[in-house]
């Protein structure tokens, strides 16, 4: 896959994202990674692209952070196509809950995705956004964490794990179907999309070359999806290519 790159000059900007990750929900085939070192459960930002192959099936898993004894973070489409951000704790209460009222359903459609959070914010509707192709979403429902709330992301306690492609702990309901790119997870900052794209001349938003002007932060990740091995390293296909290597193990 490769996007026809230009700037905002309408120049080329030299930038083409030249792979991505095909998941097979029948596959059951998804990514994940051991939280290993402590980093943020307030502030954090986690940016993709990616394109559907199903559409309408619900709990289509594009990335979750989870514990082993319950809960999780994540962020998926439902079977009305709406995109949510949501977490329900280890005690089974809802702490964030984000239903946008669009609709993703254009399954020859690259859509950026950026979930950015801050929950030491004291206004409770900046504490979690979500963004689509540059764009804050307009929410059919809306339900913030309280101030300075330790979501699950970065959490290392039950053996506290991120997954690319599916929800908790090997569930084989919840997995991805279709492409995922450019896969960052950025700690310690609230960052909006301008910080991984920007709009051309023609009005449509397109990627930008963002990975050295970033700064990741402990468990800070950057898959390019370069490699092809299945091993959890440098040469695998969930290789983190940040600087932090953190890299995902192939399930």
């Known amino acids: 896959m490769v996007f026809p790159i230009v700037g905002g000059d309408g120049k080329p900007t030299g930038y083409d994202i030249e792979n991505s990750l095909r998941f097979n929900d029948a596959d059951l085939h998804y990514l994940e990674r051991t939280f290993d070192s402590s980093g943020s ?6 940016s993709c692209w990616i394109k559907r ?5 619900g709990n289509n898993t594009i990335w979750a952070a989870a514990p082993s004894n319950g809960g999780q973070l ?3 489409f439902n079977s009305s196509d709406q995109l949510i951000l949501r977490e329900y704790n280890t005690t089974d209460e809802e702490v964030l809950n984000l239903v946008t009222s669009g609709l993703f359903r254009d399954p020859a459609a690259w859509y950026h995705i950026v979930a950015a959070v801050d929950t030491t914010d004291g206004t409770a509707s900046n ?5 689509v192709n540059g764009t804050l979403q307009a929410l059919g429902t809306a339900t913030y964490p309280n101030q300075n709330y330790d979501l699950l992301m970065n959490n290392t306690t039950n053996t506290g794990k991120f997954f690319v492609g599916n929800e908790t ?11 995922i790119a450019e ?6 900052s ?12 023609n009005g449509v938003w397109i990627p930008t070359d963002a990975s050295g002007d970033l700064t990741f932060g402990h468990n800070g990740v950057y898959l390019e999806f ?8 440098s040469s695998g296909i969930g290789a983190d290519t940040s600087g932090n290597d953190e890299h995902f193990a192939v399930a």
Do not use: M, W
């Open 169 to 179: 702990y090997a569930s084989t309901s919840a997995v991805f179907d279709g492409y």
């Open 127 to 131: 504490r979690a956004k979500l963004y």
């Open 183 to 188: 896969f960052y997870i950025i700690n310690n």
């Open 53 to 57: 192959s199903e559409l309408s099936t």
């Open 226 to 233: 370069k490699q092809t091995g299945t091993s959890q390293n």
């Open 190 to 201: 609230q960052l909006a999309p301008t910080s991984f794209g920007e709009t051309d001349d």
């Open 41 to 46: 459960q307030r502030t954090f930002t986690v």
């Open 74 to 76: 994540s962020l998926q």
